[in-house]
């Protein structure tokens, strides 16, 4: 079994024109999953706030032509809604009411 090269791997993929180890990368999806905002992951990953928001933009921007690819996904007109749920009704109702959890679909 042969190893293949780094630059053979980053050649074709989302890695290819960014600089940071794969590490780093893997760690920084991990995050983006976790829904932590650039402004913290730089910080935990160790590298500028440009190159985090840029990594951040590419995952963004390769979810969007992963999901594009099937456009009869969501052609047409497409409607949204929310609603709240849990909790006690104290006072509060809706958005901002404490132990509520918000609920969005399509």
Do not use: H
């Not at 053979?8 to 989302?14: L, P």
């Not at 590419?58 to 609603?83: A, C, H, N, P, T």
């Amino acid at each position: 079994m042969s190893v293949i090269p780094v630059k053979k791997i980053r050649k074709d993929s989302i890695l290819k024109d960014l600089k940071i180890p794969l590490s780093k990368f893997v760690l920084a999806v991990k995050l983006f999953i976790l829904e932590e905002p650039v402004n913290r992951a730089y910080k935990e990953l160790g590298i500028a706030y440009n190159t985090a928001y840029r990594v951040y933009s590419k995952i963004r921007y390769y979810i969007y032509q992963f999901v594009s690819k099937d456009d009869k996904l969501l052609s047409g007109e497409v409607e949204g809604g929310e609603s709240y749920f849990g909790g006690k009704r104290r006072r509060k109702r809706g958005r901002g009411a404490k132990d509520k959890i918000p609920v969005f679909f399509g």
